[in-house]
């Protein structure tokens, strides 16, 4: 299967920028590539693609032209890209990888990407990246062999990076803020720097450095030959001191007097203490000064040669997936979760709720879910979600929903004479606030037995 072999449904929606991917037909798009094809060629304006939760067996090819684009999913560990390839069945980094991205602008939220080639497999990319100003948030990027491909200019923040055998690699500049790279195998090497001369490369910045269970050695990295001035800088960043290397990096031939092997306090996964580097490689690495630490740790300063500040993000898009929406009636006054997916660069969610509209203020939180306290019989409630983040606030839309009727929870008690007659035997368990003082019985019998359809299925037969 190559790129874009997965179509479309038959009738794609008209372009709005704003677009749904669902696995079950259930969007506007059944694939994710037939979403991207949509898009608008050279767009300059942002088209949001969301994808729900579901597993999406595909390979995709982001072109060049499709600019601006952003995946939003639901979350990384239920919205999954999951494809098969490999440098055996398609030879050469243009063909192999799951994810292919030319384009510029490309943002990718709460995804998890996948090319199940496996161990043993050979090169098999989970991306291949060599756009300008991309975007990674919340993801998951799993294989084994180079797992990453970067040559452009990309941000990683809260990424899970999984491999085994030059799983970062590239000539790309690339800022990693507060990721985890997971090491699969015993001789793994996290990076594979491929800097051109006078160019910035690979910046991790508070990230970790896990290993699979049982493995004992690895390396930060290794050089190719070719690369001499290739550049990996640590600040920060935590790691098993027994199990990487003393030295650090293998050198593999490359002439070490121009590498830039950078790091700063580097301390144990485990107990946070510094790391002794006096085995280091030398020359070709060396340890930063605390204002060159301070200097580097500012993505303003790793991407001065073709400025651009990833920090600096337009305000959230709007959340979606809202639940109950408008459409929903009929529901339980014992309470309900409101629930919702979160918008592109959300942060924190604001949550609006009550039974007037506009709704007020109720809390602030990073939960995706709200859980309400019981709620009035027969009543429209109105709740909003807004979005937050450093930027702005984002206002999202009122919806509402209305309780049942009656409260179904409690039987009524009844007994019959002959005729059938429905005669008040004990009580009447009414919703709240409700008594038989004062109840006409003959009206009674009508609005007991609907309220009790509700709930049951009385045969013909007199109930007792």
Known sequence: MLFGDLQPKAAPPAADNDYIVAADGGGDFCTIQGATDAVT???STRTIIK????????????????TNVTWLGEDANTTIIAGYNRDALNPGSDYRSMVKCSSNGFRIYNIRLHNTAGDNAGQAETIKHSGQRGMAFDCEFLSWQDTLLLNGQMYFKNCYIE????????????????????SLSNNSYITQPRTPDGLYGFFMVDCNFPVLKGIRYIYLGRM????????????NCRMYSSIVYPVGWNLNDTEPGNLRLW???SRNLTTGALININSRLNPGSRQLTDEEAIYWRDAN???????????????PTESWLPYPTNTNGDIDTSGISLTWAAGAGATSHIVYFGTTNPPPQIIEQTELSFPTDPLNINTTYYWRIDEKNSTGITSGQVLSFTTKSYNCLVPIVWDTDNNCELNFLDYVAFAEGWTSEGIDFADLANIAMEWL???RNPSEECWQ
């Open 301 to 315: 300063n790793v991407f001065a040669l073709n400025p651009w500040n990833p920090k600096a993000l337009e305000a």
């Open 263 to 265: 790091e700063y306090q």
């Open 224 to 235: 190719f030959s070719g690369y001499p001035y290739a550049q990996v800088v640590l600040i």
């Open 51 to 66: 994808i729900k939760n579901g597993t999406y067996r595909e390979l995709v090819h982001i072109p060049a032209t499709k």
């Open 163 to 182: 491999g085994d055998t030059d799983y970062i690699w590239g000539s790309g500049t690339v800022y990693f803020d507060k990721c985890v790279m997971k």
């Open 41 to 43: 060629d050279n767009d």
């Open 453 to 455: 359809n509700c709930n």
